[in-house]
């Protein structure tokens, strides 16, 4: 079996960059190899309420189905999972023995959740979300849950919280942290963010972590370091997540907790690229390696690897950006929120401690952003990020609320 272009990754990088590809090559071959068997369906709806409470139709979380791929001449292998790779001879091979030969390969294998690594944890109703099969694992057991822990002070323990709140369970989360988002939130923004959890009824425990998880096959408790014992009949483990690599030890892939990758999204093997949230990639913007993990980078990298593959030389200069809502605020990231280089803080405030903004700044330029109910600033934000403005003597209007972030375009609008 043989592809002129072979996708190792069957989520949104994987099949943005098939459509890209299909969409400048109309002959070449195109292979996805996905370890899920379903087709592209939307990873974000799954922890998104109107889904997950059954408000809106199940059939809404497909992005593609099966005459798009037929109608694209892409070959879907789902349920499929890449072993080794042999970059000499060009060759994949997966789970069933199967081998694939490739021109040009795409690894888009994204994140695993990171297990919780205590005793008891392979109980029945303990979860965790990445797939499709997880999101109904949990529709299916949540209604009959009546205690329920999240565990992690992350996007998902965020999100399931306040959804199994909303189904009607009492929650607790637990966070190792002192607070919130710790420390990529200042104590403003975290202050913000735990009085609406609070406010919903939801138990925040800061200072811990998980000892063993108590009960016989099912999930009776939890048992903390710190001695203290929590009553649940459900455990929702957001603890990170980890890039599946393992399985390219051998074949001489630069890595580094992930896939290493210029500005171009190529690697250092010949006729490799990587994209979505198992690649590091050299930002040109930033100026440095950034790894992010999340939807919208994850589609526009998918896209600028796929260009890649067919020929252009087209950077990733995306300015990524991720927005989560829950307990009635929103939460939104912008750029990289955790530079590497020593960088400063612009608090922009706002009103009844409902709106904050964090601008983080690193040589007298904008490289990321936290905004609290702020969503309209996005664009403005993500343009100053994305064109490099020299913001050196404009700090007092930055932590203006009142300041017009447009005006420091270098062509504002009218």
Excluded at 124 to 149: E, N, P
Excluded at 226 to 237: A, F, L, T
Excluded at 273 to 288: H, K, N, Y
């Amino acid at each position: 079996m043989e592809f002129k272009y072979l996708i190792i990754g069957g989520g949104v990088a994987g099949t943005t960059a098939a459509n890209a590809i299909r969409q400048n090559d109309q002959s070449g071959s195109i292979g996805i190899v996905s370890d899920e068997p379903h087709y592209l369906y939307s990873r974000i709806m799954l922890s998104k309420p109107n889904f997950f409470l059954g408000k809106i139709p199940f059939e809404q979380i497909w992005l593609k189905d099966k005459s798009w791929y037929k109608n694209n001449n892409i070959d879907f292998r789902g349920g499929k999972k890449a072993v080794k790779l042999d970059p000499g001879s060009k060759i994949i091979y997966l789970d069933d023995q199967t081998e694939i030969k490739y021109e040009k390969l795409l690894l888009a294998t994204g994140l695993n959740p990171r297990r919780l690594p205590v005793p008891g944890a392979d109980k029945q109703g303990v979860f965790y979300l990445r797939t499709l099969d997880h999101g109904k694992a949990i529709i299916a057991a949540v209604a009959s849950v009546k205690q329920a822990v999240a565990i992690g002070g992350g996007f998902i323990s965020f999100e399931m919280a306040n959804l199994l709140q909303l189904s009607g369970a009492q929650v607790s989360i637990i966070i190792r942290e002192s607070r919130f988002w710790e420390p990529i939130l200042d104590e403003t923004a975290s202050q913000i963010v735990e009085a609406a959890i609070k406010k919903s009824g939801v138990n925040i425990i800061p200072n811990t972590e998980v000892k063993q998880v108590d009960g016989n096959r099912h999930v009776a408790g939890l048992t903390l370091k710190d001695g203290r014992s929590i009553s649940c009949d459900m455990i929702m483990c957001g603890l990170g997540a980890t890039c599946d690599i393992e399985w390219l030890e051998e074949s001489g892939l630069k890595t580094d907790r992930a896939i290493l990758a210029d500005q171009y999204l190529k690697t250092n093997l010949p006729d490799v690229w990587s994209a979505g949230d198992v690649t590091a990639f050299d930002d040109p913007i930033l100026q440095e390696v950034v790894h992010l993990g999340n939807w919208v980078n994850a589609q526009e990298q998918g896209r600028i690897a796929g260009l890649n593959m067919v020929g252009a030389k087209q950077p990733f200069t995306f300015v990524s950006y991720y927005t989560t809502h829950g307990f009635d605020i929103s939460v939104t990231f912008v750029g990289n929120v955790s530079p590497k280089k020593e960088f400063t803080t612009i608090v922009r405030p706002g009103p009844e401690g409902r709106v904050h903004t964090q601008l983080l700044v690193v040589n007298d330029e904008l490289v990321g952003a936290v905004l609290i109910n702020q969503t309209q600033i996005l664009r403005p934000i993500s343009q100053l990020i994305e064109k490099n403005i020299d913001i050196a003597d404009k700090h007092r209007q930055l932590a203006d609320p009142n300041f017009d972030l447009n005006s420091l375009m270098p062509n504002p609008p009218t």
